[in-house]
C-alpha cells in the first residue's frame, strides 16, 4: 500500500469512515468511472445496475445543440470548468475543493485533510449538466471536521462553488437525506438527471467505536438557480 492509499485508509476510520467502501467496485460499464457499493452487501440495491453519471450527463451535453433536446434539460446549465473552492454561508461552511478520484482497489477517494473537501472529478464539474458530487468529513478523530454541521442544511440553503473560469455557480438545497451504509443510493447521487445538481456527501448517524465509523451517510441535493462572476478581489460578487 502506497502512501496515499495508507492515508486514505487512515481517513475512513473517523470522518469519512465507510465512505469508500460503500462506494466500492465500479460499474460494468467501466468508462462510466461510477462507484457502486458492492463491497457493502451482494443485496445493496443499485450495485449492479447505477446509471453511468458522465456517460448519460456527456450525451446530453453533446446533443444539446440538436434540435429539441434543449427541451429536455430543466434550469440553467455551465459550460464544464473545474471547481475551485465550495461556500455555504449560513453554516459558515468554506473550503478549497480537493480532486478526488477512484483508487486502485475501486473505491471512490476520500479526503486527505479533515479540513478539505474534495470534488469526485470523474462524474460532471458543478454547474454543468448531471450530479455533481461533494465530499468531507465530518470529524476526524472525533475532532469535527470540514462538514461536521452539514446535516443541519434545510430545502432553500444556498451553495456556491467558485470555478476555474471565474464563474460562481450558486445552488439551491432541495433536500437533505440520511441512508445506511448498506443502503446508499449510488443510482440516486450518481445518477443522470436533466440538470445542474450537486450533491454534497459526508458520513452520520451514531458513531461505531467497534467498527470505527458511522454508520450512516448524510447526502445534501441541490440545484443549480444562477450563477455570477467572481469579484475581482477574489470575494462573491453580491449580484446573483
Not at 55 to 66: E, I, K, P, S
Amino acid at each position: 500500500m502506497n502512501s496515499r492509499h495508507a492515508t486514505a485508509a487512515a481517513a475512513l476510520v473517523t470522518g469519512l469512515s465507510g465512505l469508500a467502501f460503500v462506494f466500492m467496485g465500479l460499474h460494468a460499464d467501466t468508462t462510466s468511472r461510477v462507484p457502486s457499493p458492492l463491497a457493502v452487501s451482494a443485496e445493496a440495491p443499485g450495485s449492479a445496475s447505477a446509471p453511468p453519471a458522465r456517460a448519460r450527463g456527456q450525451r446530453h451535453q453533446d446533443r444539446r445543440h440538436h434540435a429539441g433536446v434543449e427541451d429536455l434539460i430543466t434550469g440553467p446549465v455551465l459550460p464544464p470548468a473545474a471547481p475551485v473552492s465550495v461556500t455555504i454561508p449560513r453554516l459558515h461552511i468554506s473550503s478549497p475543493l480537493l480532486s478526488l478520484g477512484i483508487g486502485s482497489g475501486g473505491a471512490m477517494d476520500v479526503p486527505t485533510d479533515p479540513a478539505l473537501a474534495g470534488w469526485y472529478r470523474l462524474g460532471p464539474p458543478p454547474g454543468a449538466l448531471g450530479p455533481a458530487v461533494i465530499a468531507g468529513h465530518v470529524t476526524w478523530n472525533l475532532v469535527p471536521a470540514v462538514f461536521f454541521r452539514l446535516s443541519e442544511l434545510r430545502p432553500g440553503d444556498v451553495v456556491q462553488v467558485v470555478r476555474a473560469d471565474d464563474l460562481v455557480a450558486v445552488f439551491e438545497v432541495t433536500e437533505v437525506r440520511r441512508y445506511k451504509k448498506s443502503q446508499f443510493p449510488t443510482s440516486t447521487v450518481f445518477g443522470g438527471i436533466d440538470y445542474a445538481g450537486l450533491r454534497l456527501v459526508t458520513c452520520g448517524g451514531q458513531y461505531e467505536s467497534a467498527a470505527h465509523r458511522y454508520s450512516d451517510n448524510v447526502v445534501a441535493f441541490a440545484r443549480l438557480t444562477s450563477s455570477h462572476p467572481l469579484h475581482p478581489d477574489g470575494e462573491h460578487s453580491q449580484h446573483q
